[in-house]
């Protein structure tokens, strides 16, 4: 099964944000609905998870959900969460995505991997040749 990330929909133009408002032409229960077998089989390391977003912590704390993984396939997965750590191939990247070569070259990141974390999972970008989330 391929998982693609949220954010891939939308370059592949599965999903039309408006250029007016930050709304996208798809009623977010119904996407939700519609994605959530696929979403839940996603793997999500929760230990890894729980560490990285201390937030989700308070949330199962305090009843919002259960644990980790039913808040990445409720939540997280469109809030372009990190499932699990995703190790990017360094030169791959760069030879990819000229942008971000650039950008390591002028320090705006220390690497690849530090602007696919911050940046590229959220635009769609690979981390290297063929990704797909893992399956649970």
């Not at 690497?111 to 940046?119: P, V």
Request: hydrophobic fraction near 40%.
């Amino acid at each position: 099964m391929t998982i693609e990330p949220y954010a891939t929909l939308i370059n592949k133009k599965i999903l039309l944000p408006s250029q007016k408002t930050n709304y996208i032409a798809v009623e977010t229960h119904f996407l939700v609905r519609a994605l959530k077998a696929q979403v839940e089989h996603v793997y999500v390391d929760e230990e890894w998870y729980l560490t990285r977003h201390p937030d989700i912590q308070v949330a199962i704390k305090d009843g919002v959900v259960k644990n980790a993984k039913e808040h990445f396939a409720l939540h997280g997965y469109y809030e372009h969460r990190l499932p699990y750590e995703i190790v990017v191939d360094e030169a791959w990247y760069l030879s990819q995505y000229e942008d971000i070569k650039k950008a390591v070259l002028e320090g705006v990141f220390p690497s690849g991997q530090a602007h696919f974390e911050k940046l590229g999972y959220r635009e769609g970008r690979l981390p290297f040749a063929g990704f797909q989330l893992k399956s649970a």
